[in-house]
């Protein structure tokens, strides 16, 4: 079983489209975070949610939405896409009651904006 | 400048060499320091954990930090192919945010 999965592995679409990544965790975890992987690898957190409450929000402009139903699931939805938004996404949960922030990460999502 | 600065690399090593990997940072409210292995086309999974300066050791791996000159190192020794892949550097202080900041990563080739 996978523990963290996201959805599409691939995608590809055309600039001014509105999209949506979908994330689940199976780990009992309460806290869940999208993160963004430039072409160089760097990765950078752009949200992160605990028991469904938003805790940290870095600088993302106001396209990028994250929504979570549950504790289990954390979404991306991101409006009018842009060239610049082409990157992996990668989903990734933690409990927070430890003393480390061990992170689980998904599979990634590869987004292509043409 | 970066929060976390990591060498880029890329690092080509033959079978069997040791490997060093090295970051730097310059936040001192940083406590934690990890690292996390990145197979191309995976999302980076937890290698090593380490909160106190010293030496850790997991099996070929040992992780270093130097809290006094803010400075962490990750060995590999006996390296094997399966090694090759992207080895980014993290650190998170302890704070109630408590997110973690990464290095740029260093991509590394095992050659058989």
């Known amino acids: 079983d996978t523990a963290v999965s996201q959805t599409p592995k691939y995608l590809v679409t055309q600039m001014g489209n509105d999209k949506s990544i979908k994330c689940e965790q199976n780990l009992g975890h309460d806290t869940m975070y999208w993160y963004k992987q430039d072409s160089k690898k760097f990765l950078k957190i752009m949200f992160s949610?605990?028991?469904?409450?938003?805790?940290i929000n870095e600088t993302v402009p106001n396209r990028f939405s994250p929504k979570s139903p549950d504790k289990a699931h954390l979404n991306l939805h991101i409006n009018s896409l842009e060239l610049g938004d082409s990157a992996v996404y990668f989903c990734?949960?933690?409990?927070?009651?430890?003393?480390?922030?061990?992170?689980?990460f998904g599979s990634g999502t590869q987004l292509s904006v043409l | 400048q970066k929060e976390v600065e990591q060498d880029p690399g890329p690092l080509s090593v033959p079978e069997g060499a040791i490997v060093s990997l090295n970051c730097t940072y310059s936040?001192?409210?940083?406590?934690?320091f990890m690292w996390y292995r990145q197979y191309s086309r995976k999302g980076p999974e937890l290698l090593m954990y380490t909160y106190s300066s010293g030496n850790k050791e997991d099996g070929r791996f040992t992780a270093q930090v130097d809290k006094s000159s803010k400075y962490i190192s990750l060995f590999i020794r006996d390296s094997q192919p399966s090694d090759s892949a992207t080895y980014l550097c993290?650190?998170?202080?302890?704070?109630?945010?408590?997110?973690?900041?990464f290095g740029s990563g260093t991509q590394l080739t095992v050659l058989p």
């Open positions: 990734a949960s933690s409990s927070r009651d430890r003393l480390n922030e061990k992170l689980f």
């Open positions: 949610y605990n028991n469904k409450e938003l805790i």
């Open positions: 936040n001192s409210a940083f406590q934690y």
């Open positions: 993290a650190a998170v202080s302890s704070g109630s945010a408590r997110q973690l900041t």
